[in-house]
Each structure stands twice: as structure tokens, then as C-alpha cells.
């Protein structure tokens, strides 16, 4: 006997080419084990560190163990894209999303997002200029600031830029110490703290490692770091506030992922009107900076100084089941199966939304 056909096929790509390849292979293996088989025909493909899409049908355990290589199933393509011909529905009725759950370069900028406005299927998440705005700090700070968001001070610019002039308009604009950081990156990979103009070298000589821009901020003295989760598209709502205690100087990309000793507050100790404050600071960032779908919005709160400071949105926040996203909207009354059925809708929804707006002849 078959199986009674499935109304939505969510086709899952995860691993990806950056640095959080391995928090990806984390995430789709958690929302693998979460979603709804009944409802959903899920059909997970892997691309690999060297960019190799794969129709593999890995096992959980395996997909989320990034220290063994993926399984290439018998229709693996090298090195073309036709594993994306999955996003066909296996029949008329189907209606087919895809959830890209990639971080960082190659996955959360927009590249992959063109991909899949080509291909003419819902995706979950910020289109194109969303999602390339939110991956550059430079202009996303250009932007937000525009909306009335307030930010820390900063100077951007290329690599061909940082001559002394530079970095004595850093120390004079600025002062000390200062965060550097490559404009399009995430993980905290290649941020540094400086302290003087030597360590302004090295930390511009680290940043331009990963991306041709970067971005030098004030730092933020004595910063707590607060995040909400945002989700929807016309209405955006905001999620109660969470709060990261890094255990290193900074929350670096250790911290972040290889000792795990930082620790997450949910929600965070902070006066109630501060927390209302920022919700709706993020909900306004959020429509600024051309989100859709889900959002992880992340603030410094300078409590003796100039209160919540917008420092970046993540358009595809980790998403395992202990990550910040899915924790912030689980204490706020949706469990993490409801939230991934909450942005297969808001994908489809969107995705019909602009299909209304005639743009192509
Ligand atoms: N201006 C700043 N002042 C104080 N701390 C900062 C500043 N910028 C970054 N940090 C620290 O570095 C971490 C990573 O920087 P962030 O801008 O969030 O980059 P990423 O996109 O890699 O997460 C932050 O979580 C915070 O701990
Ligand atoms: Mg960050």
C-alpha cells in the first residue's frame, strides 16, 4: 500500500561551504527529528565544504556529526546544482518549500537565496537583499541608522584603505579599544578586540583575511548582549528577550561553539521596560533591514550609558534545539515543531504574496 500523499514537501538544504557547516548539519538533524512525517514529505540535501550538492539521505546521527564526511547517495551530481530538481512536488497538489538552514557565506547572503527566486519556489527566510544586507555589517549599520536604530560609532572600509591615515582617524574618531571585524562573516571569524594602532594592524591584517571590507566599532564598554527572535512578514512579531553570558573576553567563535561554557538567560534579567523597548526596536529593524520569515535580532545594552545599541541580525540563527532562535520562542509559548510549521506557512504565504506583484513580462 503507498502512503497517503503529502500536502507540502520541504526540501532541506543544510552544511554549506562557511565556517558553520558544522552547526547546520546540528540544526537540519534537529529539525529532522522534530517535523512532522505525516504532514511533510522532507527531502534533506547536503552540500559539502566544497560545495557539492547531495540528495543524501543521511541518517540523523550522521548528519549531525560533521567530523565524517557526508554520504553520497546514487544520484550525486559532482559538481552541479541537480539535486535542486528535488524541488519538483512528487504530485500536483504538492506544494514544495524550501528550508535553508545555512549560516554565514554561501548560505545566509543571498546567494543561495537567488538561486531559489531563479527556481521560482517558496524558501524560508529574507530574500536576496535581505539577506545580503544583514550579512554586511557596513551597510547594515548604514541602513539601521537610516531607520532611527541607534548603533555604536563606526568607520568602515576596503582593504586598499587601511594606511596610517586610517588608523590614526580610528584613534581619533574612535578611541580605544575597538572591535575589528570582516564585514561579510559571522561566527565572531576574524573578529578581534584592539586595544592600540599595533593591534589595529594585526586585527585589520586578520579581518581582510576573510572578506575585501571591514568594519572598526567603538567597543562597546561593559555591554550585555541581549537577543530576540523575530518572525513573520507584513506583521513581524517579537519573541520574549534572551540574554548570551560569554565566558571569554568576548563571545567568540570558541565560545560560540567549541567549549560551550557560555551561558544562555531566557528571559533576561532586565527591567520589563527594557525588554518591551527593545522588541519593538527589533521589530522596526527587522522591516528596515528587509526581513522575512525569521530573524534573530542582536543587541548591546549599555546599562549606565546609552541603553539597547542595534548590533546585528542573523537572517538564519542556529537552530538546534538548544540554540537561542527556537529556545526564545519556545519560552514564549510556541515549541519547535509549531515554530517550523509557523515558517513553512510564512514561506508560502510570501512566496504567493510576491507571485501577486507582476514583475517579470
Ligand atoms: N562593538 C563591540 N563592543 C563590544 N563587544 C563587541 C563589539 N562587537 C562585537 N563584540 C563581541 O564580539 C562578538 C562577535 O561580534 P558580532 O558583531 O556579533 O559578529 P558575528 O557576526 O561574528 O557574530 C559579539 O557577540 C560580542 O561579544
Ligand atoms: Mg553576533
Not at 565544504?49 to 540523523?60: E, F, K, M, V
Not at 573578529?191 to 594602532?197: E, G, L
Not at 523575530?230 to 570558541?254: L, Q, W
Not at 557560555?262 to 527593545?278: F, K, L, R, Y
Request: net charge negative.
Amino acid at each position: 500500500m503507498s502512503e497517503a500523499p503529502k500536502p507540502v514537501r520541504i526540501v532541506l538544504l543544510y552544511g554549506g561551504q562557511s565556517a558553520e557547516h558544522e552547526v547546520s548539519r546540528i540544526s537540519a538533524a534537529s529539525v529532522l527529528k522534530a517535523i512532522d512525517t505525516s504532514r511533510y514529505d522532507v527531502v534533506p540535501v547536503a552540500i559539502t565544504p566544497d560545495g557539492r550538492w547531495l540528495r543524501s539521505d543521511a541518517t540523523l546521527e550522521l548528519m549531525a556529526d560533521a567530523t565524517r564526511p557526508l554520504p553520497e547517495s546514487l544520484d550525486a551530481s559532482g559538481t552541479d546544482l541537480a539535486p535542486l530538481a528535488s524541488i519538483a512536488p512528487a504530485h500536483p497538489d504538492q506544494q514544495v518549500v524550501v528550508l535553508p538552514i545555512l549560516h554565514g557565506p554561501r548560505g545566509e547572503d543571498g546567494t543561495v537565496q537567488g538561486l531559489l527566486e531563479l527556481a521560482d519556489v517558496a524558501y524560508v527566510g529574507a530574500g536576496v537583499l535581505g539577506s545580503a544586507l544583514n550579512m554586511d555589517k557596513a551597510t547594515a549599520k548604514v541602513v539601521a541608522r537610516a531607520a532611527g536604530i541607534p548603533v555604536c560609532r563606526w568607520i568602515s572600509a576596503r582593504d586598499s584603505e587601511l594606511d596610517d591615515a586610517f588608523v590614526a582617524r580610528v584613534g581619533s574618531e574612535l578611541g580605544w579599544p575597538v572591535f575589528v571585524k570582516p564585514s561579510n562573516m559571522g561566527s565572531s571569524v576574524g573578529v578581534t578586540k584592539a586595544d592600540d594602532p599595533a593591534g589595529l594592524r594585526a586585527a585589520l591584517a586578520e579581518a581582510v583575511k576573510y572578506d575585501e571590507w571591514v568594519v572598526v566599532e567603538e567597543a562597546v564598554v561593559g555591554a550585555r548582549e541581549l537577543e530576540v527572535g523575530v518572525m513573520g512578514n507584513e506583521e513581524p512579531r517579537a519573541s520574549v528577550v534572551g540574554e548570551i553570558i560569554p565566558t571569554h573576553e568576548f563571545y567568540d567563535y570558541e565560545d560560540k561553539y567549541v567549549d560551550g561554557t557560555s551561558q544562555m538567560v531566557i528571559p533576561a534579567d532586565v527591567p520589563g521596560e527594557v525588554a518591551a523597548e527593545m522588541r519593538a526596536l527589533a521589530v522596526r529593524v527587522y522591516r528596515a533591514l528587509r526581513c522575512d520569515g525569521l530573524s534573530r535580532v542582536d543587541f548591546f545594552y549599555e546599562a549606565d550609558g546609552r541603553g539597547l545599541l542595534f548590533n546585528e541580525i542573523n537572517t538564519m540563527p542556529g537552530f538546534t534545539k538548544y540554540s537561542m532562535f527556537p529556545s526564545l520562542w519556545d519560552a514564549s509559548g510556541l515549541p519547535y515543531a509549531e515554530l517550523i510549521d509557523e515558517l513553512v506557512r510564512l514561506a508560502l504565504a510570501r512566496h504567493q504574496h510576491r507571485a501577486s506583484h507582476r514583475r517579470l513580462r
